[in-house]
């Protein structure tokens, strides 16, 4: 079975960025003109770390997904999990 493809990550000021290449059989369930929320595209096979958000279409190639979350996500839900309750940051 082929299964998805996903880039190195790449990054600006902002954002982390990857994009994941998805089987021809699975790119045909992709719903048209709108963007997957986390649950749709888990359901699909896409599996990636939490804060992940699918944030546009590249309409000439509508089989590679773009994701993007802010830099240091990992970092800092980390920090969150790891705070004690009632402090405040």
């Known amino acids: 079975a082929w299964v998805c493809?996903?880039?190195e990550k790449y990054y600006d000021d902002v954002?982390?960025?990857r994009h994941v290449v998805l089987p021809s059989d699975i790119a045909k369930m992709l719903p048209k003109n709108r963007l997957l929320s986390e649950a749709e595209w888990?359901?699909?096979?896409?599996?990636q770390s939490r804060g992940?958000?699918?944030?546009?279409?590249h309409r000439?190639?509508?089989h590679i997904m773009l994701f993007r979350r802010p830099l240091?996500?990992?970092?800092?839900?980390?920090?969150a999990t790891h705070r004690p309750v009632g402090t405040v940051a």
């Open 60 to 62: 000439p190639e509508p």
């Open 5 to 7: 493809q996903y880039s």
């Open 52 to 57: 992940w958000v699918h944030y546009a279409v």
């Open 72 to 79: 240091n996500y990992q970092a800092n839900a980390a920090a």
């Open 15 to 17: 954002f982390e960025y």
């Open 42 to 47: 888990r359901s699909l096979g896409v599996q």
